[in-house]
Nanobody
């Protein structure tokens, strides 16, 4: 499976962005998926995850009530709507496919990763 993330950019604090992640195979519709991010000099951290049917979602406390993860299985695409962006949201954002049908906060539970899309939030 190949994952192509897009939608990053340079925005100001308080702005919104929508990230997309297109998968090369429709079989990912049976797997949980997630977004992680990695800021310069920091470890990759969990942002949000979604189950295969989209009903179950998990969010990091730092993004809860600001970010929304969703998916379109017919289009094999994962999304992350990011609102009220903060400078601390600046990072390279990665999408990933889980081993199971459900998402997880544990990055070891993901088998395929996209190349990352850069989000920069200025104050």
């Amino acid at each position: 499976v190949q994952l192509q993330a897009s939608g990053g950019g340079l925005v100001q604090a308080g702005d919104s962005l929508r990230l997309s992640c297109a998968a090369s195979r429709r079989t990912v519709s049976n797997n949980g998926m997630a977004w992680f991010r990695q800021a310069p000099g920091k470890e990759r951290e969990f942002v949000a995850a979604i189950a295969w049917r989209g009903g179950d979602t998990i969010y990091a406390d730092s993004v809860k009530d600001r970010f929304t993860i969703s998916r379109d299985n017919a289009a094999s695409t994962l999304y992350l709507q990011m609102n009220k962006l903060k400078p601390e949201d600046t990072a390279l954002y990665y999408c990933a496919v889980a081993r199971s049908s459900y998402g997880s906060v544990d990055r070891m539970q993901y088998t395929h990763w996209g190349q990352g899309t850069l989000v920069t939030v200025s104050s």
